[in-house]
């Protein structure tokens, strides 16, 4: 049997959107001589819905879209995600087996996740059907995404009823590490089940979610015969006994630096953007920001702007112009200072008692926040945000300042990574396009004279690891300590990343690359009294 498995990106809500890219897949798939061509889960609808499936005349679209594509299926089968609805109004994460212009079979997903970024029991009711279907002369096992997770769940079922071949159709979020996972749990179960198993992956970019594709075919044996590119939209055709081509994956910084592009680019576009705005430093993070965002949408749709005081020192102005030049954005200068001494000037007869402090830093960014928010406001550009993980964990970022904007690229990245990955994005260039200087110079907010990020901050290098094993591992403090690190400095950094709850519940979304981000998956209460 040939199969092509159609690992495509859709558009939540575009119903008949991703029907029409459905129909284009078959359409390469049956040109090809495909027997089956499997999509992902929830291909219709687009993943995930969220409460759009509460309202009734969404269902209803999606069921017609499922309607509209069935004469299309002809001299092929078709396996593809739906939102099924029964009689009585239950809601179901459905697959239809689609042959000859008629469904064949439609599988209801039996385990519903509701965990990390996952809420489907909010909205589906479980399916308790075996999914078990003739293709081909083959009896096939239809499962979705969960159902393969779970050790004795629908695949298991399937498997001992007597299954020669399992698919599972998935929107399986990419973290790192993940597709090593995947693809040894996928591996395991194919041999549990002494059949083949293929898996059908999404890929693109959902608000703080990417989808990583890498969609495969595995032998009974654990072989993988034939596997798709990650984070690449594609129609892998492949032969059910021999397999067919696989792809090379990515390095761990490749891996990375792919998910936060293709994030990056699909909510700028799905949002209807063409066009970005982001405020240049000549400090690393909007570095990396700006090389990324000229990756996602080409140099010719970025701009820069530089807004200096008095506390920016000469060396990071020329950097910030050296590196609109190196990525070929285009790039202002606003000086703030008059500004600023201006909003001083009015707070003179309130203020003048106390000594410079947090209050006229945060002034600063919060200047900045207005200009690129009015820039956007005037021209339709989206606002890239540039604070990073590290210091979105701490507060060491201003609400209303450099937290202004629509979407917030690196903001599930540590500084380490951000380093790395920039030397990453050099090395892939053959030339310091982030020249050099941002990269060794010591990090600093340049909101006082003189000021360094390590100044109020632990080295990122044990910053970083602390947090880690804080927020991805929850270990507490004590742990932590036992770890080796300094017991007030753990105290230290588990305090600040308590109470900047209320600061990450008002910043933007950005790309989720880890396996807890500060987004869907992390949901503390803002006023929360439990410490450590």
Known sequence: ???????????????????????????????????????????????????????????DRNLEALRAFLPAVKGIVAVIGFVDRDKSGKLYNAAAVIAQGAIR??????????YSVFDEKRYFTPGDQAGLVKICGYKVGINICEDMWEDDGACATQARQGAELIINISCSPYEHNKLQVRQKLLQRRARAAGAPVVYVNLVGGQDELVFDGASMLVSPKGKVLAMGAQFKEELVVCDLAIGGGVAKTLSPLEEIFAAVVLGTKDYIQKSGFK???IGISGGIDSAFVAAVAVEAIGKENVTGISMPTRFNAEATKNDARRLARNLGIRFLELPIEKVFKENLGLLSEHFSKEPFGLAEENLQARIRGNLLMAFSNKFGWLVLTTGNKSEMATGYCTLYGDMSGGFAVIKDILKTQVYALSDFYNDRAGKDVIPRSIIKRAPSAELRHDQKDQDSLPPYSELDAILTLYIEDHFSKEAIVKKGFQAEMVSRVVSLVDRNEYKRRQSPPGVKISSRAFGKDWRLPIVNKYKG
Do not use: S, W
């Open 1 to 59: 049997m040939k199969i092509a498995l159609a690992q495509i990106n859709t558009i939540v809500g575009d119903v008949d959107g991703n029907a029409q890219k459905a129909l284009l897949f078959l359409k390469e798939a049956a040109l090809k001589k495909a027997d089956l061509v499997v999509f992902p889960e929830l291909t219709l609808t687009g993943y995930p819905p969220e409460d759009l499936v509460l309202k009734a005349h969404f269902i």
């Open 105 to 114: 079979q439609v599988y209801h997903k039996q385990a519903l996740p509701n």
């Open 275 to 277: 066009k970005v705005l």
